[in-house]
């Protein structure tokens, strides 16, 4: 993989809402070398004064879109997704570094069923190999349990249960933990070990594991997998604080 | 229905490795979240990416997830970056 990586500038070329807090930008750089599925990119916001912030944001789009699709949740009291989310409009300019990172990713070569855990917007990088998944056609059975606290907070649930319909291989299990819709068939809890337990068993001890949330729910996760046998190198995580977004 | 830790001032703001990939691969030159390093305080070896950073600071640190110690410290002031790697007996880079 190529060792450097420079600051360059991207145009924002879409924007789409998710749910009333998470929207969606479409990046566009002029030579993206492409990405794998779980990277990210660092985002750079610098002020006339010459301050200057700085976020890593994980790519939500396919690893051949050609395009970068980063998903940002609105944090009221954040100093960078206010900015995002009120300022930003098509066609402005961002300057942003990437891809990054080799420890979190998913290729579709990889063999073993896959097991993807997500918590609200640890999604995102899931969503990237549940796409990649897609786009490469492969057929690799494929479940994702995905924690959010309301209904109207899951990230990408139409496209979630789109994919879940077409019946190549994906599931999606959902956990709501604040509030549910009347007549939920889903979880209505915390994930925790029993829930770990029960979505894993038909993926067996072959399962190639991402975890990606908030890190009591990493912790979580990844410690119900070990205990329930897997191979700790085939448990992948990554954590990410209220300051990520 | 809140875990300790989202209460606790500083460890609610503990991330891992993978949040300070691309600080280190403008350091290093490559990737360095797939990197096994040696904590030198326990003997435990992990990836980068599963080290404990915590980076609410002036400095970002990442520990060992298994003794707390620190293994790498990245300063960046206006001009530099300091990079303290003391805490790592090794960090195994591999040639490509």
């Not at chain 1, 649930?157 to 879940?164: H, I, M, P, S, V």
Request: with cysteine.
């Amino acid at each position: 993989m190529a060792g450097g990586i420079a600051w360059q500038i991207a145009t924002v070329t879409a924007i789409t809402d998710e749910t009333p807090t998470v929207r969606s930008f479409t990046l566009t750089v002029p030579d993206w070398p492409g990405h794998r599925a779980g990277q990210h990119i660092d985002l750079r916001l610098t002020a006339e004064d010459g301050y200057s912030v700085q976020r890593s944001y994980s790519i939500a789009s396919a690893a051949a879109a050609g395009t970068i699709d980063i998903t940002v949740e609105r944090i009221d009291d954040g100093e960078v997704s206010p900015f995002l989310h009120d300022v930003v409009v098509v066609g402005d300019r961002l300057e942003l570094r990437g891809p990054i990172g080799g420890y979190f990713v998913w290729e579709p070569a990889l063999d073993g069923p896959l097991f993807l855990v997500a918590g609200g917007s640890g999604v995102v990088p899931l969503m990237a190999m549940v796409r990649e998944r897609e786009r490469a056609r492969v057929e690799t059975r494929t479940r994702l349990l995905f924690s959010s606290r309301h209904y109207e907070e899951i990230i990408y649930r139409e496209e979630l249960d789109r994919l879940a319909a077409s019946n190549r291989g994906f599931e999606v299990i959902h956990a709501l933990t604040r509030s549910r819709p009347d007549g939920w068939m889903g979880y209505d809890r915390r994930i925790d070990d029993r829930i770990i337990g029960e979505v894993l068993e038909p993926l067996g001890s072959r399962a190639r594991v991402y975890i990606c949330g908030p890190t009591a729910l990493v912790e979580t996760a990844a410690n119900a997998m070990l205990r329930l046998g897997l191979p700790p190198d085939r448990v992948r995580t990554e954590r990410f604080g209220p300051t990520g977004t | 229905m809140t875990d300790a830790r989202d209460e606790d001032p500083v460890e609610r703001h503990v991330v891992d490795g993978n949040a300070l990939a691309g600080e280190l691969q403008m350091i290093f030159g490559a990737d360095m979240t797939n990197v096994p390093g040696q904590c030198v305080h326990c003997g435990t070896v992990s990836a980068v990416a599963q080290l404990r950073a915590y980076v609410q600071a002036p400095g970002k640190v990442l520990r060992c997830p298994s003794c707390g110690g620190v293994v790498i410290r990245v300063v960046e002031t206006p001009d530099a970056t300091y990079v303290d790697v003391r805490g790592a007996a090794y960090l195994r880079i591999e040639r490509r």
